[in-house]
């Protein structure tokens, strides 16, 4: 979140929170990529209500795909 931007800490703090189901505070974070991964694979896979309860994954190929029809 931006300083003096209010409206952005709800998402940031419920990302936080997410991430704290697989880091929880006073765990080291791990250099280990593939567990990385999985984590924001999890997390990209998670449907929101914001987006028509479709994944972000499922939204940035949508847009993907819109984008290469409406252009080719």
Do not use: C, M
């Not at 300083?3 to 697989?22: A, F, K, V």
Request: net charge negative; glycine share 6%; charged share 25%.
């Amino acid at each position: 979140a931006h300083p003096h931007s209010p409206w952005e800490r709800g998402t940031n703090e419920n990302t936080n929170r997410l991430i704290r189901e697989y880091l929880p505070k006073g765990v080291e974070i791990t250099s280990h990529q593939p567990y990385l991964d999985a984590i924001a694979d999890e997390l990209n896979d998670r449907p929101r209500a914001t987006l028509g309860y479709l994944t972000p994954r499922e939204v940035f190929t949508r847009l993907l795909t819109d984008n290469v029809a409406s252009t080719g």
